[in-house]
């Protein structure tokens, strides 16, 4: 999700996804899965699933379902055949949604997700009409720590090819092409400055957000998203929903 303030989107966000930890599991797992089909399984030569190792390991997935999935997808195990399909819509207040799914049934996705987009008032809209808002783009997240300045930052990220760095109230949001996303993560650990893996990904970004100052609207938004997120084949939901400070903080402290 795209908000003012990234940090405090991960952390309203923290205590649902820690109740979640299956699905977590499962959704990396796929993501593995695929990209170990199309690079390899030896994590030193494929940077994404390098990547994916991380983020599996800072969540706390056991190294058995790690290695299981690799395994499907250099075809040591057997593995559903998965496919990668969008799908795009709009939520209350204009705010656009764009929803990546891995499954081994499109129709039966199909039908599941347009029906929890007509349950929140929405319906599929055309391909490419929400998504030409977005950007493909690497987004790393790095907490708030002591010793850790923006300027110290600022020189490491770009040096390794990162387009930008943001400094928020708990933490730093740095942005980078997707291409230099793993060098950009390379450097950060070479410095030894702790990354959030679980929040650092290469995916879509808004090139426009749109602002959301009404509470109703957000939770509407934040509940729809949440029933997609829930859904087994759904992988990742992009929004270019921008909660203003005040929307956020009431959020957080509910």
């Excluded at 899965?33 to 699933?49: E, F």
Aim: hydrophobic share 40%; proline share 3%; glycine share 10%.
């Amino acid at each position: 999700m795209s908000g003012h303030n990234k940090w405090s989107t991960i952390k309203h966000k923290k205590g649902a996804a820690d109740a979640k930890r299956g699905k977590i599991f499962s959704k990396i797992a796929k993501e593995m899965t695929i990209v170990a089909k199309a690079g390899g399984g030896d994590p030193g030569s494929n940077p994404t699933l390098r990547t994916l190792i991380s983020k599996a390991k800072a969540v706390n997935m056991p190294n058995d379902n790690i290695d299981r999935a690799i395994k499907k997808g250099t075809g040591e195990l057997a593995a559903d055949i998965l496919e990668e399909i969008t799908y795009e819509g709009y939520a209350q207040g204009g705010v656009g949604l764009v929803v990546k799914v891995l499954t081994d049934n499109k129709n039966r996705a199909a039908a599941e997700v347009r029906n929890i987009f007509k349950k929140s008032g929405s319906d599929f809209a055309g391909l490419g009409s929400v998504s030409r808002s977005f950007e493909r783009k690497g987004t790393i997240m790095i907490p708030a720590a002591d010793g850790v300045t923006e300027d110290g930052l600022m020189e490491i990220v770009l040096g390794a090819g990162a387009d930008d760095l943001i400094a928020e109230e708990g933490g730093f949001t740095v942005t980078c092409q997707p291409a230099a996303f793993s060098e950009v993560c390379a450097a950060l650990e070479a410095a030894k400055i702790a990354i959030d893996q679980e929040n650092s990904q290469v995916g879509l970004v808004a090139l426009t957000p749109v602002p959301v100052s009404d509470v109703a609207v957000a939770k509407a938004v934040n509940k729809f998203i949440a029933a997609l997120e829930e859904h087994d084949d759904v992988q990742d939901v992009y929004t270019n929903m921008e909660m203003d400070d005040a929307v956020a903080a009431q959020l957080e402290d509910e």
